[in-house]
């Protein structure tokens, strides 16, 4: 087998000094060697052969961890060249994607299709495999992880083969939808979809106290109600938010909640300054700047208002420095074995640290204080997680590390970070 760049796109698949950041540059490595298949028979040659020279694996998506996941010293594999919709089946409404695919890439061609994605995160730039499978979700009360919608994958194991997962190996599936890339490196995946709809989204501000009082009742009317809480005035600035200072229902700019709802609706399209109707795929995504290092904590959905009222005055109080917003979602339980929502309806709790400053005091004292109502992390997020807190908190630990275990029995595909959580 050549290993040669020409035929393989590899560069030099031996030493390669060069660095590798994520999209925000709180993670890099030095890898050995850099992967960039342009077919599913490139990639299992270059897997196989890493493997044969005794390299580790990772892929790197399209970087939007902020742990580091995705670091390697050994083979570093991009599948931005594994792009593209493979297969829509309009009468079971399902995609087949390739691994390396785009969110908007591939929510383009849906909305051609006449379909849509049961629900979205707030960015939507991420590669579907590596978003899908960290625990990426939206808000709704319920609506589950985003991972809930892989009906189908192909995993690329250590030797080079294609082990395939579907409804046919339901406890391959379930491990699989949120597995970190330790199960192996996918090719391919297929999603459950939906008909087509478009979103009606509405923004305002509202005070602390009054945005606690309709908590309940704006996550049950509501197909989508999340929340950015806003200590300070300069605090929307942090994320680029909108300035809702007129639809104020206190007329406060600062302390204030600036809250979002979204709803399924027969209307036709239009924008205005706060409110706007557009296919679902339009209204979802955010534009964010990365300039925050962010901190994410599933908490179980009865201690919501009580986690980010302890939050908040720990912020106003002990760290007032910390001015990037707490941004509060809700998601539904789901069955996959490593989700941060595992059979948990939960909300979702996170705060941020300004990029070049020492952040890490705050954010051990908020995993503090979420630990305490039984929190799980969002594994793209940064935390403080051991492997004794994985097998404490996923009641599923167990069965998932025997079966990494099992595909994958010399750690190809685990690192320094996923080798203390996962081996």
């Not at 694996?57 to 594994?82: E, I, K, Q, W, Y």
């Not at 829509?88 to 383009?108: P, S």
Request: glycine letters at 8%.
């Amino acid at each position: 087998m050549t290993t040669s760049s020409h035929n393989m796109h590899v560069n030099d698949f031996g030493i390669d000094h060069a660095h590798w950041r994520n999209w925000v540059g709180n993670q890099s490595c030095v890898r050995a060697a850099r992967g960039a298949p342009r077919s599913e028979d490139e990639l299992c040659a270059m897997i196989r052969d890493a493997t044969a020279r005794g390299l580790n694996v990772r892929v790197a998506g399209s970087g939007h961890s902020f742990t580091p996941v995705a670091l390697t010293s050994g083979l570093h594999l991009t599948l931005s060249n594994m792009k593209g919709v493979k297969g829509v089946d309009h009468q079971r409404r399902r995609v087949t994607a390739a691994a390396g695919t785009t969110i908007n890439e591939l929510v383009r061609v849906l909305k051609a299709e006449g379909l849509s994605m049961l629900n979205q995160g707030d960015i939507d730039s991420q590669a579907v495999a590596g978003a899908l499978t960290t625990g990426t979700h939206g808000t709704g009360a319920r609506l589950p992880v985003l991972a809930d919608a892989i009906v189908g994958m192909k995993l690329i194991q250590p030797d080079g083969e294609i082990l395939t997962v579907d409804e046919t190996t339901p406890e391959l599936l379930l491990a699989g939808r949120v597995s970190l890339g330790t199960l192996g490196v996918i090719s391919e995946m297929t999603l459950q979809l939906t008909d087509s709809y478009r979103l009606r989204e509405r923004i305002w501000r509202e005070d602390f106290e009054s945005a606690m009082e309709m908590h309940d009742e704006l996550a049950e009317k509501h197909r989508h109600f999340s929340f950015f809480w806003c200590p300070y005035e300069e605090s929307r600035h942090c994320y680029c938010l909108p300035d809702t200072s007129a639809t104020s229902t206190s007329g406060r700019t600062t302390d204030v909640c600036e809250m979002k709802v979204m709803d399924i609706t027969e209307d036709e399209p239009f924008e205005a300054e706060f409110e706007k109707v557009a296919y679902s795929s339009d209204v979802y995504p955010i534009e964010y700047v990365p300039n925050f290092h962010e901190l994410e904590y599933a908490v179980p959905r009865e201690h919501g208002k009580d986690a980010v009222r302890a939050v908040r005055k720990l912020m106003l109080e002990r760290f007032p420095e910390a001015i990037y917003p707490i941004e509060y979602r809700f998601t539904a339980g789901d069955e996959a074995w490593l989700s941060p929502f595992h059979r948990q309806d939960s909300v979702t709790v996170s705060v941020s640290g300004e990029p070049g400053k020492d952040y890490w005091d705050y954010l051990r004292a908020v995993d503090a204080i979420l630990r305490g109502y039984g929190a799980r992390p969002h594994w793209g997020k940064l935390h403080f997680l051991t492997g004794e807190d994985v097998t404490a908190i996923y009641p599923r630990a167990g069965d998932f590390r025997e079966l990494r275990r099992k595909l994958d029995p010399q750690g190809v595909y685990l690192n320094d970070h996923l080798s203390q959580l996962l081996r």
